[in-house]
């Protein structure tokens, strides 16, 4: 469900807090059913490849350490329940007010709106060509499929090893 009067936030967290103060968000929205005020969050992350002990491994790093974006319909209920969530130092903005992000800010962080994926006809041992990200024309079969996170796992010949990648939906197509 969207709603255009949703815009996106930063929240500022303790550093290596961010998937806790996530995790905690979302069994508040479960439990005190909020998934209409509070609609996404979001820790970006990009993939990184690092030489360690003369290895390339392939690691996902925050684009934007101590942040979580929030996308919310805020009112000074929801404005208090993101505060009081333990790891929250404050919102991003003046004197700690939320201030929503503009089209442009959510555009130059990479946000992208996901469109609803309800049809996903890619099973494991499909081949696949990664069509996003550092990945974009590498091909590779599938060898986990997680619906809950819509999340795929690829198997990629990566500096002649082959190495399980996992891949959003909108970031594989079938081959």
């Not at 003046?94 to 996901?114: R, V, W």
């Not at 550092?134 to 010949?157: S, T």
């Amino acid at each position: 469900m969207s709603d255009k009067r949703a815009k996106w936030y930063v929240v500022h967290t303790y550093c290596g807090y961010e998937n806790k103060v996530k995790a905690n968000l979302e069994k508040i929205i479960e439990n005190r059913n909020l998934s209409d005020k509070i609609l996404d969050i979001r820790i970006p992350t990009e993939l990184v490849t690092e030489i360690k002990d003369g290895k390339k491994i392939v690691k996902e790093k925050k684009k934007f350490p101590s942040y979580v974006l929030i996308k919310a319909v805020m009112d000074n209920d929801i404005w208090y329940t993101i505060r009081n969530v333990r790891g929250v130092t404050g919102f991003v903005g003046p004197e700690s007010k939320p201030t929503p992000l503009t089209d442009e800010e959510i555009e130059a962080m990479g946000i992208k709106e996901e469109e609803v994926v309800e049809v996903f006809d890619i099973e494991v041992g499909d081949n696949v060509k990664i069509v996003a990200g550092p990945f974009a024309d590498f091909y590779g079969p599938v060898i986990d499929i997680n619906k809950e996170r819509k999340k795929v796992k690829v198997m990629l010949n990566l500096f002649g090893r082959e190495t399980p990648v996992e891949f959003d939906y909108h970031q594989v197509e079938k081959f």
